[in-house]
């Protein structure tokens, strides 16, 4: 049996290669904003971060390329959850990861992590990484916290 | 959505472990708790799919994506994509970039004190096909320093990006070539474990070497395998 590839950084330098796939950040009507940061152990913000979020049931956008900004900000769009909670996959990639990470953030009329309906295993002082808070401007915030207090739950799939 | 088999879990002493301190980089990115394993479901076996229609002319030769030609030593880099039960992983994406033959990525950030090629941008894509494989024209990139520690140098290699067939198969990693003495320096190439990272270093071939014009290297890439069983069976 051949063995895996193994994984490598993305370094600091995949801007441009990979920009041909970057989402079109312009939201519609049934549409939500999801915005924030991704930030270090310091709480310092990765500039240079790579963020794919995956919605396969979603036709308007299932797949969405973000990079981060100057000070680790990122936005992308995801559909209005109605009644039910729903979800995107995320993967992050930067400089100083050595391997993708995998992580999901949900959307739920409520702003109580409780209320998720989350995989088994998710500790409950990491459920509410995994959830956009509603902002009073109808967009939502969800920060993605690669270690330290507020620690993002990540996945091995 | 026909039923897709899950795929087997990673072998241990495949991928670097997430902190690496002598990759400097890691001690302040790396989650500190252990991840939590997750049952896939149809959203981690799907796979964004990429029709013909995104590559665009000379996206698979580096050499021709300018009206002069990059200075350095041309290569071809081909292989197949595989999955570990050496099936092809067929019409998938791969995305390529790297520096140029002087070690300088046309890159804003990058600013090491080396010559830009104004023939040379150093990125491409190319979609495997049905056999899985693919096949890319470059240059040879240079090595160049990084502040990593006291007179710390990369190895030559050029950054690869899969999607495979399915979510879960996504891998970004570095081909690096034979032969190479910084690679026994280079942190990043080490964080792999040992058994493992020699699958990075690509080999000399001369089957695909262009007689007069350009040297040929292999990488052959192998995704994750599926279980023997669909889902929901």
Redesign the interface.
Known sequence: ??????????????????R??LASASPQNSTIRVSGRVL???G?G?N?ALL?V?Q??WSAA??QRVYTGEAGEFAFAMPQPGSDQLHA?V?V??????????TRVHLHASDDPAALEL?P???QA?RASLLARRQGDGTCHWDLR???EG??????? | MPSAAR?RP??AG?????L?PD?R?????????P??????S???L?V?QFPDS?LRANDADLTRQSSGEPLGQRIVVAGRV?D???KPVRRSLI???Q?NASGR???A??QHDAPLDPNF?????LLTDDQGNYRFVSIRPGAYPWRNHPNAWRPAHI?F?LFGNA??Q?????MYFPGDPLLALDP??H???A???E??VSAFDLAFTLEGIALGYRF??????REATPMGV
Do not use: N
């Open positions: 049996m051949p063995g895996l590839t193994p994984s490598q950084t993305i370094g600091p330098f995949f801007h441009d290669g990979l041909w796939a270090d152990r310091d310092k990765v240079d794919e995956w396969p049931g299932p797949f996959s993967t990639f930067a400089r100083g990861l050595l391997c993708g990470l995998f995989p295993g998710v500790p990491g690669l270690q330290g620690e993002t739950v990540f996945f091995e799939l | 795929l990673v072998p495949t991928h670097p472990p997430y690496y990759y980089s890691t001690p302040e990115r790396a989650p500190a708790h991840l939590i394993p997750l049952a896939q149809e959203a981690e799907g964004a995104i595989i570990e039960d050496g995305e390529v970039w520096c990525y046309a890159h950030r990058d941008h150093g990125y491409g894509k950054h990006s979510y879960a996504r891998l970004i990693t570095q990043i190439y964080s792999a474990p058994g493992a990272r699958r990075l052959d890439i192998v995704l994750r395998g």
